[in-house]
């Protein structure tokens, strides 16, 4: 499929106003595919020019220019040529479109659990021309009328409100990239809150888990509506509010108007702790800024695609941190999300937050990463501590006056913050939004007779303008957190001139900034005494984010990182600090560390976790995060095969479905559960995410067969679902079984470009990933990777994802010597 660039994105903007889409669809006939009959009504700037319609249909029937029939032989790819415009034009087409199995398009879906069949559509990034003809990118907006017929009982939703017999009202102008739907034995749950309707779906093996949490969804929807609001001056502009939590979803989430679409994952059928349930709040949240940022206002084009995700990530984590009961999301922020701009932004990809250009919509999918996300969310909320939140929301309101149902660029977002604030932005936006790379603070310190005689914060990198928090601690108190204005290489804090010496001061207290930090030579001294005890989450975080930061940059050794563990862990209260310290040692550790030393590496680490798992509250998520952590990095076979079984389980922890799965993976990679555990597993939970973790267990099995059936399905199989190739990928390589998978590193390089082609681009990316060699840490892992990417018939999305994993070898290989 051709990718529409943004040079002919622009030249047909300029041409183009489009009016209209009707759009009808028959999903009652067969397994392969759907019809599709389009009407869209559009007006040209000069009659007689020509343009282009994107369609990717399996069989194209026919199209209809202003009443004359257009030769369906002359579809070029995903194109169909449209000659001789009139100043006012209406184009019919019809079409078979085929369902997706890739999240992409229309996806269809058969439960295991019961049978039964689900249809949703995921038009992003520019899927919509899967789905429907249509003129496919961001800013030629138009309003869309929906038809869908469905067979009998099932349920249709659409952006729309339903008016009846499939019909949904036609809805404000929408971007192609938004329109959805979802059908089938769908089972709802319905509410209403400040005159909008509220609805909540998900297919019916997961209705008694929906229903368990419906309150909590509503209630968090609810808050969240009121929150924005106020902020915002602005209320709700698409009608009905539905969120659909739907089967083998790509993303997270996507903002669709009035019918939010989610990965059915956030439905949990299992016990969870408060950090996953604090996360599915921010992605409601996030989703819901978008209504606004995206929705109401688009962007031009993908190359301001921070006015989305970056104000999304922002105002998601800040309104569920104001709106709801999860009021330490920037905690979690902290630790877990900054840290994947961080790492995004020190690879030779890296990007502006907000880039000059994007060439076509195939790069801009590479640009959804840890910079716009968490890089752009830390931009504005230092952002926002320089300007105030008065002047902060005053222009977005303005911006959202300005633009409302239209499309919108980081110039016309500057000027409006300019007129609401005095300030003069365009010297920010270029050091912030068009210059990428990290900057790093930390505090350097003269004394004097117990005082501080001096205390300087030097910057390294760009350099930029922060706006800082300093901490000084006497042991886990906070005495003091000093305001400051970093400008320049070094900015002194004339404050701390002459006070008494702290154990510990902590540059970016509060976490306000996007920045590494490095602590002075007495506060790294003190933190493994002082770490256990503070009271503030967040400054824990960001000492904890300090410490993995280091490590990962080679200037601590793991070895700091684990007596850090074993000191401070067991006393850790934050279950999200615990998940995300885990994580993130547990990845550093597989990559950093030659096997021997690794697998020594691990007990302390395994010890930690079970300390923590005798002191946490029964039951709770303190206890669950620990248990979690303990089952990633054991290696005591009995251990794991006696909680499966019933023994030696801790009180109060119950080995429910997802925590079985999670031990039977741990197991099949230490070869003490083999393909009956597996099966005898899936026989007791027959749904889709059992087949899932059963693909991956089977992945992961250390025998010859499962890594060549495993390296099959990767490679050349399109009849398996996105979720479940994922599923083999993430489950394929472990350092435990370097020998056994040392053959396929040369494969990988060798057969994933052709691999990559078979599939849509996000699933190819995804794959990938997650199927790299990452393991494989050596010299000639890193030669193979460079002779991959010497290659000229390699796609955008994977030459992306092997620079990225060539430099995580290359960090690796420094940290081993």
């Given at each position: 499929m051709r990718s529409l660039t943004r040079a002919e994105a622009a030249e047909r903007a300029e041409l183009l106003t489009v009016d209209s889409y009707d759009v009808e669809l028959d999903v009652t006939g067969g397994p392969e595919s759907f019809d599709s009959t389009v009407t869209m009504r559009f007006r040209a700037t000069r009659p007689g020019a020509e343009t282009f319609v994107e369609i990717k249909p399996a069989e194209l029937r026919s199209a209809t220019l202003n009443g004359t029939p257009l030769d369906v032989a002359t579809l070029d790819g995903n194109r169909?040529?449209?000659?001789?415009?009139?100043?006012?034009?209406?184009?019919?087409?019809?079409?078979?479109?085929?369902?997706?199995?890739?999240?992409?398009?229309?996806?269809?879906?058969?439960?295991?659990?019961?049978?039964?069949?689900?249809?949703?559509a995921m038009s992003f990034l520019d899927a919509?021309?899967?789905?429907?003809?249509?003129?496919?990118?961001?800013?030629?907006?138009?309003?869309?009328?929906?038809?869908?017929?469905?067979?009998?009982?099932?349920?249709?939703?659409?952006?729309?409100?339903?008016?009846?017999?499939?019909?949904?009202?036609?809805?404000?102008?929408?971007?192609?990239?938004?329109?959805?739907?979802?059908?089938?034995?769908?089972?709802?749950?319905?509410?209403?809150?400040?005159?909008?309707?509220?609805?909540?779906?998900?297919?019916?093996?997961?209705?008694?888990?929906?229903?368990?949490?419906?309150?909590?969804?509503f209630e968090i929807t609810k808050a969240c509506f009121d929150r924005y609001h106020e902020l915002f001056g602005v209320r709700y502009p698409f009608g009905k509010y539905d969120q659909a939590f739907v089967p083998e979803f790509n993303a997270g989430a996507m903002e669709n108007p009035g019918l939010v679409t989610f990965r059915d994952d956030y439905i949990f059928r299992s016990a969870v702790t408060d950090g996953d349930r604090e996360w599915r709040a921010v992605v409601i949240a996030h989703e819901m800024a978008h209504q606004w940022f995206g929705d109401l206002v688009t962007m031009r084009w993908w190359d301001d695609l921070w006015l989305n995700e970056s104000f999304a990530e922002y105002l998601g984590v800040r309104v569920t941190s104001e709106a709801t009961r999860f009021d330490r999301s920037w905690t979690t922020f902290g630790l877990r999300r900054k840290a994947s701009g961080y790492i995004a932004d020190q690879r030779p990809s890296t990007h502006p937050v907000a880039p000059e250009e994007v060439v076509d919509a195939a790069h801009a999918l590479l640009n959804f990463d840890g910079i716009s996300y968490a890089k752009g969310a830390s931009v504005l909320r230092q952002l926002v501590a320089w300007l105030g939140d008065e002047a902060f929301f005053a222009g977005l309101r303005a911006h959202f006056a300005a633009h409302r149902f239209g499309n919108a660029t980081l110039d016309d977002l500057l000027a409006a913050l300019a007129e609401a604030s005095g300030r003069?932005?365009?010297?920010?936006?270029?050091?912030?939004?068009?210059?990428?790379?990290?900057?790093?603070?930390?505090?350097?310190?003269?004394?004097?007779?117990?005082?501080?005689?001096?205390?300087?914060?030097v910057q390294s990198g760009a350099p930029r303008p922060h706006r800082v928090g300093l901490g000084v601690y006497d042991g886990s108190a906070l005495r003091l957190r000093v305001p400051?204005?970093?400008?320049?290489?070094?900015?002194?804090?004339?404050?701390?001139?002459?006070?008494p010496l702290a154990d510990l001061l902590l540059v970016n207290s509060g976490d306000l900034t996007f920045a590494k930090v490095r602590l002075d030579p007495a506060s790294t001294a003190a933190v493994p005494r002082i770490l256990p005890a503070l009271d503030d989450s967040l400054d824990r975080a960001v000492l904890w984010a300090t410490t993995l930061d280091a490590v990962r940059d080679g200037e601590s050794s793991p070895a700091d990182l684990i007596a850090l563990i074993v000191t401070a862990l067991p006393l850790e209260t934050e279950p999200l600090v615990v998940e995300g310290v885990l994580g993130m040692t547990r990845d550093l550790l597989d990559r950093y560390l030659e096997p021997v030393p690794r697998e020594i590496a691990l007990q302390p680490v395994a010890m930690a976790c079970a300390r923590l798992l005798t002191t946490a509250p029964p039951g709770g998520s303190l206890q669950l995060a620990a248990a979690r952590g303990l089952v990633a990095v054991s290696t005591d076979a009995r251990l794991l095969t006696g909680w499966l079984g019933g023994d030696g389980v801790p009180e109060g922890l119950r080995i429910d479905t997802d925590l079985r799965w999670a031990i039977c993976y741990r197991l099949a990679v230490l070869g003490a559960a083999g393909p009956d555990?597996?099966?005898?597993?899936?026989?007791?939970d027959r749904s889709a995410t059992g087949e899932q973790w059963a693909a991956k267990c089977h992945a992961a099995l250390p025998e010859a067969a499962a890594k060549e059936r495993a390296w099959r399905i990767l490679t050349t199989d399109t009849t398996l679902s996105n979720r479940l190739i994922e599923a083999n990928a993430a489950g394929f390589w472990h350092p435990e079984q370097a020998d056994l998978t040392r053959?396929?590193?040369?494969?990988?390089?060798?057969?994933?470009?052709?691999?990559?082609?078979?599939?849509?681009?996000?699933?190819?990316?995804?794959?990938?990933?997650?199927?790299?060699?990452?393991?494989?840490?050596?010299?000639?892992?890193?030669?193979?990777?460079r002779a991959l990417l010497a290659r000229d018939d390699v796609e955008p999305g994977l030459r992306r994802v092997v620079i990225d994993a060539d430099d995580d070898l290359r960090r690796a290989l420094a940290a081993r010597r």
């Amino acid at each position: 499929m051709r990718s529409l660039t943004r040079a002919e994105a622009a030249e047909r903007a300029e041409l183009l106003t489009v009016d209209s889409y009707d759009v009808e669809l028959d999903v009652t006939g067969g397994p392969e595919s759907f019809d599709s009959t389009v009407t869209m009504r559009f007006r040209a700037t000069r009659p007689g020019a020509e343009t282009f319609v994107e369609i990717k249909p399996a069989e194209l029937r026919s199209a209809t220019l202003n009443g004359t029939p257009l030769d369906v032989a002359t579809l070029d790819g995903n194109r169909l040529p449209l000659t001789g415009l009139a100043e006012v034009n209406e184009l019919v087409v019809e079409a078979a479109m085929a369902y997706s199995n890739t999240g992409e398009g229309l996806h269809r879906f058969v439960d295991p659990a019961d049978g039964e069949t689900y249809l949703y559509a995921m038009s992003f990034l520019d899927a919509a021309q899967r789905i429907f003809a249509c003129f496919d990118q961001p800013d030629l907006k138009a309003p869309l009328t929906l038809t869908v017929r469905a067979p009998e009982g099932w349920l249709v939703a659409g952006n729309g409100v339903g008016e009846g017999d499939g019909r949904f009202a036609t809805t404000p102008p929408l971007a192609t990239y938004f329109v959805s739907l979802v059908a089938g034995p769908y089972h709802a749950r319905y509410d209403e809150h400040d005159g909008i309707p509220l609805g909540l779906f998900c297919r019916r093996s997961l209705a008694a888990h929906l229903d368990k949490d419906a309150d909590e969804i509503f209630e968090i929807t609810k808050a969240c509506f009121d929150r924005y609001h106020e902020l915002f001056g602005v209320r709700y502009p698409f009608g009905k509010y539905d969120q659909a939590f739907v089967p083998e979803f790509n993303a997270g989430a996507m903002e669709n108007p009035g019918l939010v679409t989610f990965r059915d994952d956030y439905i949990f059928r299992s016990a969870v702790t408060d950090g996953d349930r604090e996360w599915r709040a921010v992605v409601i949240a996030h989703e819901m800024a978008h209504q606004w940022f995206g929705d109401l206002v688009t962007m031009r084009w993908w190359d301001d695609l921070w006015l989305n995700e970056s104000f999304a990530e922002y105002l998601g984590v800040r309104v569920t941190s104001e709106a709801t009961r999860f009021d330490r999301s920037w905690t979690t922020f902290g630790l877990r999300r900054k840290a994947s701009g961080y790492i995004a932004d020190q690879r030779p990809s890296t990007h502006p937050v907000a880039p000059e250009e994007v060439v076509d919509a195939a790069h801009a999918l590479l640009n959804f990463d840890g910079i716009s996300y968490a890089k752009g969310a830390s931009v504005l909320r230092q952002l926002v501590a320089w300007l105030g939140d008065e002047a902060f929301f005053a222009g977005l309101r303005a911006h959202f006056a300005a633009h409302r149902f239209g499309n919108a660029t980081l110039d016309d977002l500057l000027a409006a913050l300019a007129e609401a604030s005095g300030r003069d932005l365009r010297g920010w936006a270029d050091l912030w939004l068009r210059r990428s790379g990290v900057d790093t603070l930390r505090a350097e310190v003269t004394t004097v007779e117990g005082t501080f005689k001096s205390v300087h914060i030097v910057q390294s990198g760009a350099p930029r303008p922060h706006r800082v928090g300093l901490g000084v601690y006497d042991g886990s108190a906070l005495r003091l957190r000093v305001p400051v204005d970093v400008e320049g290489e070094r900015t002194e804090v004339a404050e701390l001139a002459g006070e008494p010496l702290a154990d510990l001061l902590l540059v970016n207290s509060g976490d306000l900034t996007f920045a590494k930090v490095r602590l002075d030579p007495a506060s790294t001294a003190a933190v493994p005494r002082i770490l256990p005890a503070l009271d503030d989450s967040l400054d824990r975080a960001v000492l904890w984010a300090t410490t993995l930061d280091a490590v990962r940059d080679g200037e601590s050794s793991p070895a700091d990182l684990i007596a850090l563990i074993v000191t401070a862990l067991p006393l850790e209260t934050e279950p999200l600090v615990v998940e995300g310290v885990l994580g993130m040692t547990r990845d550093l550790l597989d990559r950093y560390l030659e096997p021997v030393p690794r697998e020594i590496a691990l007990q302390p680490v395994a010890m930690a976790c079970a300390r923590l798992l005798t002191t946490a509250p029964p039951g709770g998520s303190l206890q669950l995060a620990a248990a979690r952590g303990l089952v990633a990095v054991s290696t005591d076979a009995r251990l794991l095969t006696g909680w499966l079984g019933g023994d030696g389980v801790p009180e109060g922890l119950r080995i429910d479905t997802d925590l079985r799965w999670a031990i039977c993976y741990r197991l099949a990679v230490l070869g003490a559960a083999g393909p009956d555990r597996i099966e005898a597993e899936l026989a007791t939970d027959r749904s889709a995410t059992g087949e899932q973790w059963a693909a991956k267990c089977h992945a992961a099995l250390p025998e010859a067969a499962a890594k060549e059936r495993a390296w099959r399905i990767l490679t050349t199989d399109t009849t398996l679902s996105n979720r479940l190739i994922e599923a083999n990928a993430a489950g394929f390589w472990h350092p435990e079984q370097a020998d056994l998978t040392r053959s396929y590193v040369d494969k990988y390089f060798a057969e994933m470009p052709a691999a990559a082609r078979l599939r849509t681009p996000w699933v190819a990316d995804q794959v990938a990933k997650s199927a790299f060699p990452r393991y494989a840490v050596a010299a000639s892992t890193r030669k193979a990777a460079r002779a991959l990417l010497a290659r000229d018939d390699v796609e955008p999305g994977l030459r992306r994802v092997v620079i990225d994993a060539d430099d995580d070898l290359r960090r690796a290989l420094a940290a081993r010597r």
